[in-house]
């Protein structure tokens, strides 16, 4: 099987490629905004596709602010504050565009003939590289909170 997305080497440059931190900020920058939303995204992508291998993988990678998909709400809410509903929809849909081609180009790195390979491929990959990336999101975004949000205010003027 391809190793996708291992976690020792294309964990951190992934989640860094998806932050996209550094993109500087123009007005009303929505693919700022929206490179900041996408690895939350990401993150419940992942958290919905492993919460039924595992009923404790929701509290397992929890933060401060709950599970995932409550850090995926929170990222949401902080990035959109102050748009207009056609400016937050655009950045939104491509935060969403770019978590849903990660998740599912991941998963198809599982497909399997065998319907209980690929699940048990799926399954391990919950338990390793997909339990990392979500704590490491929750650890990156608690960590530099008020770094994210003047970035986000830069990117929202």
């Given at each position: ?28 920058d ?39 998909l ?63 990336f ?24």
């Amino acid at each position: 099987m391809r190793k996708l997305l291992s976690a020792s080497r294309t964990w951190p440059a992934a989640f860094v490629l998806l932050a996209a931190t550094g993109i500087p900020a123009v007005a009303k920058d929505l693919n700022a905004l929206a490179a900041f939303v996408a690895p939350a995204y990401t993150a419940m992508n992942f958290a919905v596709v492993c919460a039924p291998h595992d009923p404790v993988f929701l509290a397992q990678t929890s933060g401060p602010r709950g599970t995932a998909l409550a850090y995926a709400e929170h990222v949401k809410d902080e990035a959109i504050v102050s748009l207009s509903d056609e400016e937050a929809a655009v950045a939104l849909k491509a935060a969403a565009d770019v978590a849903r081609a990660t998740a599912l180009q991941t998963l198809r790195a599982f497909d399997a003939q065998d319907r209980a390979t690929e699940q048990a491929r799926i399954a391990k990959w919950c338990e390793g590289d997909a339990r990392q990336f979500i704590r490491a999101f929750i650890e990156h975004h608690d960590t530099n909170h008020e770094t994210l949000l003047s970035r986000l205010e830069q990117a929202r003027q």
